[in-house]
């Protein structure tokens, strides 16, 4: 699969590469960074070798810990020897090691030593989709109008022949834990220019219902002062999701995953649970199978399904809500649209899709069902 973007980093500089992904993908940037994106055994140095080579632009995160990396070097050196551009992204002001000086010195830099980060992240967006529109390798697709005439949908950038784009999104479990995915849906070219949008909500041939997310912006993470926050949820930061898009209301179900796929290889059988599983969350699958679930899908429905950025699951999911859970601050709150592990009054297994309450945005069992 082609990326627009393979962001090279040093792995002290995770945070700021975290961040960067999370602004250029809600963006329609289309990113790859590892380890996000090395799958499970997967040797590391074939993973990154390839992301290079099927990536439209490189985006180097250009400190004093890339100097020192041997891996950025080698990344750098594999792009510039395959004619991938080098946008260095430079974060701490500081001059290129000798190995970096030979491929960047005579490259435009980008400093982001004034903040805020997020605009100098703007504009490095900007100027990516600048070179990749001149070299051809992605096309603006023309804003979605309304019956109105209303231009308030318009979509960003994404490489593919069309004149008309839509987000769509469903939930899929990934490897046994719960997990929401989102996927892009575009038509492909109508036979007419007036063809409308898919009306809101939308619900497709295999029964998957799917409501528009707006547009709007959040912050991203937990805050520092949260003693449960893990390592790559930190710095807490702003994302703008600049496009509406349409997402799945909860998980793809046993039966949907098995219409597609032949068979379902969820663990929560019939046999175990002691009745009907149909309408339960696909379960054991990985991201792969995932990713291959849309791809057929795609086929079937003549429309374009993808995976989610985190930005996007995270936005969505939230809710436009500022607590600590989409619904509030407290345990009970949570217990009102979540199943918690080890809670007597919960049942031992999943339970069928959407009998929880929904959040603000009609979504179901975002936080696990």
């Given at each position: 699969m082609s990326h627009d973007i393979f962001i090279s980093h040093a792995s002290e500089d995770w945070a700021v590469a975290r961040q960067m992904c999370d602004v250029l993908e809600s963006q329609g940037l289309r990113c790859w960074i590892a380890p996000r994106d090395v799958l499970p055994g997967q040797d590391w140095a074939e993973a990154i070798v390839a992301a290079i080579e099927q990536s439209k632009a490189m985006v180097l995160i250009f400190s004093?810990?890339?100097?020192?990396?041997?891996?950025?070097?080698?990344?750098?050196?594999?792009?510039?020897?395959?004619?991938?551009?080098?946008?260095?992204?430079?974060?701490?002001?500081v001059e290129?090691?000798?190995k970096l000086e030979l491929f960047i010195r005579?490259?435009?830099?980008?400093?982001?030593?004034?903040p805020p980060i997020e605009q100098q992240i703007n504009n490095l967006a900007n100027a990516v989709r600048s070179v990749l529109e001149t070299e051809g390798t992605t096309?603006?697709?023309?804003?979605?109008?309304?019956?109105?005439?209303?231009?308030?949908?318009?979509?960003?950038?994404?490489?593919?022949?069309?004149?008309?784009?839509?987000?769509?999104?469903?939930?899929?479990?990934?490897?046994?834990?719960?997990t929401t995915a989102l996927i892009a849906l575009s038509w492909r070219p109508p036979p007419s220019p007036t063809r409308p949008r898919p009306p809101e909500p939308f619900r497709n041939s295999i029964g998957m219902s799917f409501v528009l997310i707006p547009a709007g912006g959040f912050r991203m993470g937990a805050p520092a002062d949260d003693e449960l926050a893990r390592d790559m949820e930190l710095p807490q930061h702003m994302v703008k999701i600049s496009r509406t898009?349409?997402?799945?209301?909860?998980?793809?179900?046993?039966?949907?995953y098995a219409e597609i796929m032949g068979k379902t290889p969820s663990y929560w059988s019939e046999a175990i649970v002691g009745g009907p599983t149909n309408n339960y969350p696909v379960t054991n699958i990985t991201w792969?199978?995932?990713?291959?679930?849309c791809r057929r899908l795609s086929e079937r429905e003549e429309l374009i399904y993808r995976l989610p950025t985190e930005a996007e699951w995270e936005y969505a999911c939230r809710a436009g809500s500022t607590t600590r859970f989409p619904n509030g601050d407290d345990i009970e709150d949570l217990k009102r649209i979540a199943v918690i592990a080890g809670e007597d009054a919960n049942p031992k297994h999943p339970i069928e899709v959407g009998c929880l309450e929904p959040n603000a945005f009609g979504l179901y069992d975002m936080l696990v069902s």
């Open positions: 004093q810990h890339a100097n020192d990396s041997a891996a950025v070097g080698v990344e750098v050196e594999k792009a510039f020897g395959i004619g991938v551009p080098v946008f260095p992204f430079r974060i701490r002001e290129p090691s000798k005579r490259v435009h830099w980008l400093d982001a030593l004034t096309e603006r697709i023309a804003p979605i109008a309304d019956s109105t005439g209303d231009k308030s949908h318009e979509s960003g950038l994404v490489k593919r022949k069309t004149r008309r784009a839509l987000f769509a999104g469903l939930a899929i479990v990934v490897v046994g834990v719960c898009y349409y997402l799945g209301i909860h998980e793809v179900t046993q039966d949907q792969s199978e995932a990713v291959e679930f």
